[in-house]
């Protein structure tokens, strides 16, 4: 048969023109009309979900570099992506290739049209079709393991149609309000929902009200819970930029002195939950369990767009952070890294965010401001959030530069290869203005942005 989509060009315009990505559509119906349609996908690997306001895909890429170390083959899916849609479906930790794109999607077109034709409501989402790429690519490559970020919340997550070995929820934080309620207990309720009967879930930094809500849905699924600083815990020996120690503890259990490449007193924290969650993985599955596995992957991992130094006189320092918790966080790691040096920020706050909290957070490390525009469509009000800016952060100037390459020239003016510079505020921002300021560092750059 004729394949629909022959170029990436053709794929991206499927994509992005026929169903925006920007649009939330939950629910499992049609994931699992999908699913069904193709005989199962899902079902051909063992799985681990991991849910969270913010953590989620560092804890996702670790697991997935942990089973990869041992030499299994192991699939990832990730969202949302920083650069290349690629980022999103990974096997091994190597982005999906161009060529298996479009042959998955042209694999599970004939279902999706077949949907497409029903009605508006069964018309398969951006995601959900990202989704089941994924998990139709991890059977065709016959993984043994895929490491599986949800999206949004999990009881209604395209994604969760999954049964996995174990589970994780590396943190509940106020975010999708709008789609998953208004307080802790409500958000942790829906990110609770991706724990499945008698399978282990492993909790991360969460809130007495929001860790209630888990504990009681993990008693309805007969689910043993493990909490940090009651099952698991961590203590931070010493952290500088690319060059982080801790120590590991669970009863009758420890791991000293592991190097962790990652930024952040957060990613001591993510770390931490990925080796519980691993351990009780290979406890569930009779993997063996192999510390020198654990000290030689996080001596070495790295995920974009996570506090990352992308370069150094000035250090420019990017982060997906794209909510309060997320900002409260930032300004932590911020402050242990650069002490009372305040950044040059560069920002594209979406307007759906609650930004004057998230400016409230961090105004006190901010010394100027460029407000700049995110990709992502009627969700950008720029001129809205720079105003916010100039009134809730007294004595800084604020800059609105739409063009993103116009605003870091003028970051790295300011900078003067001495002041360091910080952009955050959106993960549909951090992964393009990286290759922005780099094609301004070294002129002769070609690397390329995509979808």
């Known amino acids: 048969m004729e394949p629909v989509f022959k170029t990436m060009d053709e794929f991206y315009e499927f994509l992005y023109e026929s169903r925006p990505h920007q649009q939330i559509k939950l629910g499992l119906e049609r994931i699992f009309c ?31 570099s942990f089973l990869t ?54 018309k398969p989402s951006f ?19 895929a490491s599986i970020e949800v999206g949004m919340g999990g009881r209604l997550d395209a994604s969760n149609i999954l049964r996995p070995e174990v589970c994780a929820i590396t943190s509940i934080g106020f975010d999708h309000m709008k789609s998953l309620g208004n307080t802790l207990a409500m958000i942790a309720g829906e990110k609770a929902g ?7 879930v492993v909790c991360g930094a969460i809130r007495p009200e929001a860790a209630a809500a888990i504990r009681k849905r993990a008693r309805l ?13 961590f203590y931070p020996k010493h952290c500088a930029i690319d060059d982080n120690r ?31 969650a691993y351990r009780r993985l290979c406890y569930r599955t009779g993997v063996l369990y192999q510390e020198e596995t654990v000290r030689s992957v996080l001596r070495k991992v790295t995920w974009p767009g996570r506090f990352e130094r992308i370069a150094t006189a000035p250090d420019i320092v990017i982060d997906g952070g794209h909510n309060p918790p997320a900002f409260e966080t930032l300004v932590k790691a911020w402050r242990e890294y650069y ?17 004057p909290r998230m400016i409230e957070i961090i105004a006190p490390i901010l010394s100027h401001v460029i407000v700049t525009e995110p990709k992502a469509g009627e969700r950008v009000q720029i001129e809205e959030v720079a105003e916010a800016f100039r009134e809730r952060v007294g004595g800084v100037q604020t800059e609105l530069i739409k063009d993103h390459r116009e605003a870091c020239r003028r970051a790295l003016a300011l900078s003067g290869k001495e002041k360091p510079i910080l952009s955050a505020g959106s993960l549909y921002l951090v992964g393009y203005i990286k290759e922005r300021f780099l094609e301004c560092l070294i002129p002769a750059s070609d690397s390329k942005v995509s979808y």
């Open 69 to 122: 170390a041992m030499g299994y083959t192991v699939g990832a899916n990730y969202s949302p992506h920083l650069i290349n849609f690629s980022e999103r479906i990974t096997l091994n930790d190597e982005p999906i290739p161009d060529k298996d794109c479009l042959r998955v999607l042209n694999a599970i077109y004939p279902a999706i049209a077949q949907m497409d034709q029903m009605d508006q409501k069964m």
């Open 194 to 200: 991706i724990i499945k009967k008698k399978v282990p």
């Open 127 to 145: 995601f959900e079709i990202v989704t089941i790429m994924a998990f139709q690519y991890f059977m065709e490559e016959k993984v043994d393991f």
């Open 221 to 233: 699924m007969e689910s043993r819970a493990y909490f940090i600083g009651e099952d698991y815990s």
């Open 339 to 355: 002490g009372d040096q305040k950044a040059i920020f560069v920002t594209g706050i979406l307007a759906d965010k609650d930004y």
């Open 34 to 64: 999908l699913s069904r349609r193709l005989g199962y996908p899902e079902k051909s690997f063992r799985s681990i979900h991991i849910a969270g306001t913010n953590g989620k895909g560092s804890v996702t890429r670790m697991i997935s």
């Open 246 to 276: 801790f120590d590991y503890f669970e009863p009758g259990y420890s791991l000293k002195d592991i190097s962790l490449r990652l930024n952040g007193r957060h990613q001591f924290l993510n770390a931490a939950t990925a080796i519980c």
